[in-house]
């Protein structure tokens, strides 16, 4: 089986280098503290606290695995200036249905974050973007339609 490799930005790569920092030290540092209080309280077949603390530190963990492969098989784009969209790139686009404005950067898988206008360029919207260039129109295929969007910069 080939191994998944994750695009993604040095900025991105340091992003999740310092959470899986935080992670391993703060993190287990304060899910020990839980674990330890919890126990305090005794009886631990009973206790709530006691398995919402184990809980909260097999997420951590699962969390601190993920970011660990991701970071081994992390794949850094070159995200030097270009006249086309590609990774690292921040997109203006244009609604072409209502004129609506947003503004996208493209970045790996592992780095989206829609809320935050980071969208993966394995997305719907970063697929069609990719390669695109200013002044071009692209077509977005979404489940409710086909959306058009005009590319108005690309930084």
Do not use: C, W
């Not at 020990?32 to 077949?45: C, F, I, P």
């Not at 784009?77 to 203006?92: P, R």
């Amino acid at each position: 089986m080939a191994t998944k490799t994750f695009k993604m930005t040095a900025a991105g790569k340091a992003e999740l280098e310092k959470e899986l920092e935080a992670l391993k030290t703060e993190g287990r540092i304060d899910i020990a503290e839980k674990l330890k209080v919890a126990r305090s309280y005794g009886d631990l077949s009973e206790n709530s606290e006691y398995d919402e603390a184990k809980s909260e530190q097999a997420k951590i963990e699962a969390r601190i695995t993920e970011l660990e492969y991701q970071l081994d098989h992390a794949e850094i784009i070159d995200t030097a200036a270009k006249n086309a969209v590609s990774m690292g790139s921040v997109v203006t686009v244009k609604r072409v249905s209502d004129g609506v404005k947003a503004v996208y950067e493209i970045v790996g898988f592992a780095q989206s974050n829609p809320s935050e206008g980071k969208i993966s360029d394995e997305s719907p919207v970063g697929k069609a973007l990719m390669g695109a260039k200013k002044g071009e129109t692209v077509i977005v295929e979404a489940p409710i339609g086909n959306l058009e969007y005009k590319i108005v910069s690309i930084k």
